[in-house]
């Protein structure tokens, strides 16, 4: 019984993706019943392992190429796992009983929800994996469903390119984890990673090559998790419908980097630059995503730049260490995050489409159920005490106080912003008068919708807790989250930085949506703050373009001449040249006269005879 | 003592075969042409009879492989014959001429 339950949640989120694609396609109806059907199984299965609390690990032979190469279907569950499948499985079943309504008049609704299943194999196949390169496997999988998911829309331009810029950037990642992968696998000759952490002294003596190794395998989780430099997917990936970025683009598959981190970190630990490294991306990722963040005006947007915020900021503990802290904030963080995206999916849907949150204004009073749960995520994700988000960042930033201060700076500051942004957000969005027709006739969505944001809001508050967490993650883990000495002045700070930064929001962008000019010309409203650097994003998405397209064009020219010049110039007009020139030449030969053709012939015979008795 | 020694033949059998040539190379009528080949032909075979002659073996017998040699060239030069004075027949029926100035259309 133990050990079948991980078949259950594994294969039949499958199993809906298969008979969706296979035979229910056509009916709405019966895709959306596999596939809720198949999510509350896996839930319900998830729920019962977080309850018996047994770690299992059952495996198939797969590959068996002697000594040098075993690989098994294995599915491991230990507290770290268990930790994923509920954050995974309880978000997934909300976003899949949220999207039955929000996805209610969508041509597509059957294709949604067999492609949202196929997310929940593939997710649900890395937090099970029991090997690197069974890991590997989903982690490509979960690329393709949320390339697929990205792309719903398809006929929108900006979606598929969108998504083809999601896949193509995690490629780039993908390439350096399988270098990881195999790097551990030349010198420890296996990928399981009970093995692996055996024969962890074969690493560890060869201190480079154990640092190249951890960096390679960190790269795949930049990709996934949208580090900088490869963060520019995830803001564009909000093309997708908003479930979809509640559920991929916040809550789980771009925390599956720090899962994955958290999984190897026995490998990663033993090398200090390695580590350093990931502090250092992971501070600059958050740093940098919040001051990012604090200028767009894409409700969606904003989010984003916010979860490539906080992903940096769990990236940057388990650089310091922490990573029992990290998949803390990942447990809490996955909560309200999905929670803020389902509130801004159901803004979205009552405003008809509208996401730029200078047109709306006054929505605490058109939809106050939103505003209230949308205000709890807020608080919970800037860091207001006693809600989930303070717990959890704290902990990440007692343990960087403790190892690297730069690391902890820039937590702190990331908080600041983090409060900052979140407090404009609101503040423009939910306060004031509607700026627009639209936010005028704001309503509360249907139940549907309602009810996720309400249990999301619940978690939220109680995530953080002691007790709440602890039953959830088990003794041994949660020892590890809290494993920082506790001092004083980081929560003093922390909570500083919160005050500083809601008070900050409040009081520069209050008087402008009170401005009565507002009103006469809504739409020109301006932003009393505008700093262009962070409004366009670092102009990293330019530089990129310059450099790529610009290398990508002066190789493509090149290549033109080339072709041009070379190949066609000189290899083949050049041959055909000759051949022709040949022919022409030797043809003048045939002149008709058949007496000739007998002198030459005879002539011939005369030099052959000659050459022969020489 | 035959005072006729084998270059005796060969050297008529070479004088036989340069007639020929010349007369292919530089008479202009096709039927001469087609006469001067057989002159050659018939050359050829005077040197692989004196060869014969002259080539005894130790049984006193002459090398037969040149005789039979040479009645394979009077067969293909029958056949050759036939063909050749056919085609000139078709050609004087299409051009009226049998002259090889005349025949010079098969060039570039």
Known sequence: MESTLPWLILLSPLASALLILLFAHRSKALSVLLSLSAVFLALGASLLLVKNATDTLTSIPWIDLGPALKLGIGLKVDALTRVMLLVVTGVGTLVHVYSTIYMADDEGKSRFFGALSLFMFSMLGIVLADNLAMMFIFWELVGVSSFLLIGHWFTKESAAKAANKAFLTNRIGDFGFMSGILLVWSTVGTVEFAGIQENLTKLTANPTFLTLAGLCLFCGAVGKSAQMPLHVWLPDAMEGPTPVSALIHAATMVAAGVYMLARIFFILEPSATALGVIAAVGAITALMAALMATQQNDIKRILAYSTLSQLGLMVAGIGVGAWGASMFHLFTHAFFKALLFLGSGAVIHALHHEQDIWKMGGLRKTMPKTFLTFAIGTLALTGMPFLAGFFSKEAILLAAWHKSLPVFAAGLLTSLLTAFYMTRLVVVAFFGHARTDAANHGHDCPAGMTVPLLILAVLSVIAGYAGFAEAIFGKELFHHVHAAAPVALVPILALSAFVLGTLGAWILYHPAIKDPAVFKDAYRIKDPVRIPLFANKFYIDEIYHALIAGTQEMLAGFLGWFDHFILDGVIVRGICAITWGAGYTLRLLQFGNLQGYAFFFGAGVVVLLYILTK | ?108
């Open chain 2, 1 to 108: 003592m035959n005072p006729l020694t084998l270059n005796h033949y060969l050297l008529a059998s070479g004088l036989l075969f340069s007639i020929g040539f010349a007369g292919v190379l530089l008479r202009r009528n096709i039927i001469t042409i087609f006469m001067c080949l057989e002159l050659m032909l018939n050359a050829a075979n005077l040197s692989l009879v004196a060869f014969s002659r002259f080539h005894i073996g130790a049984d006193g017998l002459p090398n037969y492989n040149a005789q039979v040699l040479v009645f394979f060239i009077i067969t293909v030069a029958a056949a050759e014959v036939a063909v050749g004075l056919a085609i000139i027949v078709a050609l004087y029926r299409a051009r009226q001429t049998t002259h090889v100035e005349d025949l010079v259309s098969l060039k570039f």
